[in-house]
């Protein structure tokens, strides 16, 4: 009787992820458990090559460190674009985009702009009178997605770095141009083309396991929002699960990957973790502490600038 209730729960188990891989939600053209296929099909801008070449090779590297794209090299882009009498110096449309991203064999196409490369050269005198220069270069660019199945753009990004450097102006405007492709943006993209799973088992506080994929990319280290449906039906009308309105249940991170699920373990949350809620995961996460942190910092500020002002209105 025992082992018959082992089989059966095992196939219980087996039934449950047979279910999440046909059921779980994937971009447009893509299976569930495969990873991402993009190529930077372009990356351009009124500045030295120079600065072209080093923001594309940050944006590929940005592209990587999300963890969810395969990218495709360039040199193997350059090639095949080649081979096929492709020219990409100018403006690349999102209709060419998407015909070169199909002739690439890739999901999106990304299409990226140095959209300004500036620099200004400030000084301070330190106490015996010598006057030091700096350079502060300051970047901005633009990187759009094409989804190459229906040419349209899903997603557009504007992205900013600055940068100080004392040695030269080139130093501190490549800097600012690979701070354009930093954390921020890796963030932006994460929760862009986040990971959506569901909870297969809660058992403790460090035993949550979710179901993400195979091939998704989850690392350890990663955080997930748990939400819980809260309104599934309007005016008498069933809502999809896309559509389905959900509540914030908690918030876990990633302590271990094997194959198509991760465990995690709880940070915060409002309630008890169930069996099929929903996780998304986050590109961003603070902590209550982090939160807690900022604010007092925050309410230090004002009381020394209001004390600063009293003292100045006393004088």
């Known amino acids: 009787m025992r082992r018959r209730r082992h089989v059966s729960r095992l196939f219980a188990f087996v039934a449950v992820l047979v279910a999440l891989a046909s059921s779980a939600r994937a971009e447009p053209g893509l299976q569930p458990d495969a990873p991402i296929r993009v190529g930077i099909i372009s990356f351009m801008g009124p500045f030295s090559q120079q600065y072209i070449q080093y923001g594309a090779n940050c944006l590929s590297d940005a592209l990587i460190r999300v963890g969810r794209f395969q990218v495709v090299e360039r040199a193997n882009i350059e090639r095949i674009l080649a081979e096929q009498r492709f020219q990409t110096s100018g403006f690349v449309?999102?209709?060419?985009?998407?015909?070169?991203?199909?002739?690439?064999?890739?999901?999106?196409?990304?299409?990226?702009?140095?959209?300004?490369?500036?620099?200004?050269?400030?000084?301070?005198?330190?106490?015996?009178?010598?006057?030091?220069?700096?350079?502060?270069?300051?970047?901005?660019?633009?990187?759009?997605?094409?989804?190459?199945?229906?040419?349209?753009?899903?997603?557009?990004?504007?992205?900013?770095?600055?940068?100080?450097?004392?040695?030269?102006?080139?130093?501190?405007?490549?800097?600012?141009?690979?701070?354009?492709?930093?954390?921020?943006?890796?963030?932006?993209?994460?929760?862009?083309?986040?990971?959506?799973?569901?909870v297969l088992e809660a058992s403790s506080k460090d035993k949550v396991y979710i179901y993400v994929g195979r091939e998704s990319?989850?690392?350890?280290?990663?955080?997930?929002?748990?939400?819980?449906?809260?309104?599934?039906?309007?005016?008498?009308?069933?809502?999809?699960?896309?559509?389905?309105?959900?509540?914030?249940?908690?918030v876990v991170q990633v302590i271990e990957v094997s194959g198509a699920i991760a465990r995690a373990k709880v940070v915060e949350s409002a309630t008890d973790i169930q069996v099929d809620d929903y996780a998304v995961q986050l590109g961003r996460y603070t902590s209550p502490g982090e939160k807690l942190g900022a604010a007092l910092l925050t309410v230090a500020v004002i009381v020394l600038a209001i004390v600063y002002g009293l003292s100045q209105s006393g004088q």
Request: charged share 25%; proline share 2%.
């Open 93 to 198: 449309d999102p209709h060419t985009a998407a015909q070169l991203g199909r002739i690439l064999g890739i999901d999106y196409a990304v299409v990226a702009t140095l959209d300004r490369c500036e620099y200004k050269t400030e000084s301070w005198t330190d106490k015996n009178g010598t006057r030091h220069y700096y350079h502060v270069g300051d970047a901005e660019a633009s990187v759009r997605f094409v989804d190459t199945s229906t040419g349209t753009i899903v997603a557009s990004i504007r992205t900013k770095g600055s940068a100080t450097d004392s040695s030269s102006v080139s130093k501190a405007c490549l800097d600012a141009v690979g701070a354009c492709f930093r954390s921020e943006l890796v963030a932006e993209l994460t929760e862009l083309f986040a990971i959506r799973g569901r």
């Open 217 to 250: 990319g989850v690392k350890p280290g990663a955080h997930f929002e748990i939400l819980r449906p809260s309104v599934t039906q309007i005016g008498g009308m069933q809502l999809s699960d896309d559509s389905s309105f959900k509540a914030s249940i908690a």
